[in-house]
């Protein structure tokens, strides 16, 4: 993970457990000033999403304590690996795309960052420029060629 990622989990888990933990509970706490339990709809809801919060707070913490830090001086651009950006051009659409490779807690497809995990990343990685790559992906067969590698 870089260290810009790890920055950003860490100010998730801030926001998270200093201002959305305490919200909920003084939700919790008008919903119980309110009378009966038994049926009351804005209790059940915010109990419910207070169950929610906090298991994001413990992924967030698990995903922390487990990250490894990635040196990015040591990544090059001689082959697709962690951390390149890539320039790949699908060769049954002549479509070019343009993806960062990034760990999977980093990974948004809106942004261009494409997790290391997934089919495309895997069958991508290793692979120099001008090497093509077939790769198996839920919806059949596609082929790519490696357009250009950089940081």
């Known amino acids: ?10 100010e998730e888990l801030n926001e ?11 939700q919790i706490a008008e919903a119980r000033d309110k009378g009966d339990l038994s049926e009351n709809a804005e209790y059940d809801a915010a109990k419910e999403a207070q169950g929610m919060l906090e298991m994001k ?3 967030l913490k698990n995903t922390i304590a487990s ?5 990015e001086s040591r ?5 697709v690996q962690i951390l390149t950006k890539i320039k790949i051009k699908n060769l049954k659409t002549s479509q070019i795309m343009t993806y960062t490779i990034v760990s999977e807690s980093e ?12 089919p495309i990343a895997k069958g991508l990685l290793g692979k120099k420029i ?7 992906v839920p919806a059949g067969t596609l082929e790519f060629e490696v357009l250009e590698i950089s940081l």
């Open 67 to 71: 990250a490894r830090m990635i040196d």
């Open 1 to 10: 993970m870089t260290a810009d990622g790890y920055k950003k989990l860490v």
């Open 57 to 59: 707070i413990s992924q």
């Open 75 to 79: 990544i090059k651009t001689n082959e």
């Open 16 to 26: 998270l457990e200093r201002i959305q933990r305490p919200a909920i509970s003084k």
């Open 130 to 136: 001008g090497d093509k790559a077939v790769i198996t």
């Open 107 to 118: 990974a948004d497809l809106q942004s261009g960052k494409l997790s290391v995990t997934t």
